[in-house]
């Protein structure tokens, strides 16, 4: 009886019950039009070679990027372990989702059989990641030089701090060290190229949104 005389007072109680259903329908169908819009245009993950005319030619590397920004991107190039790959560091990451947020481009070098080599600061390893910066400027996107971010985690950090900390002029603003060593992974040059770590043993999105807080306002100093 009561239910009656709400419905019969208030005649939006009323339509409610009526149309409810149909409602419900027409919300799922604009929230998932608007998911696709948003979505539209968002650049996706690729495997790509490093082009003939590049001294690390044939290299792989799984990228990231807008190819027509509105204005230079910051681009940070993430560095996976010995004995892992590049894909499964940027499934576990998730940091191309942060790029999409963010507005960055991303790049994920690949080791030679799995192995970085970190014998030779100035080995071909070292001019790979310089090759792919080039690349990523001059075939992917338009890169903001002054905010290249190198971050690794293991091996890989070892290697980013190698090629922060090099001779030759700066081309990292930041890099970001990951992982829990009994030792330091590496030579550090903070009055040129700040480092952050993350003292965790695996990489998730926790991982990345900290490196990106670090990294993200650094620009490139000179040597």
Known sequence: MWFGWIVASNPLAGWWGKNKKNVIIVGVALVA???LVAGRGRPEVEQVDIPDDYPSAGRELRVQAPSDPD???PLVIILHDD???AQSLERASDASSLANRRDFALAFPEAVAGTWR???PNGPDLQYLRDVVRFMDEERTDVDLDRVYIWGIGEGARLALLAACGPGDPVYAGVGVVGQF???PGPTCDAVTP???VAETAWDDDVTDALWDFSHDKRRRSA
């Open 33 to 35: 039009v608007w998911w």
């Open 71 to 73: 204005e230079p991107l």
């Open 182 to 184: 009994e030792t330091e």
């Open 118 to 120: 970190l014998d030779d």
């Open 83 to 85: 004995n892992a790959d």
């Open 195 to 197: 480092h952050g770590r």
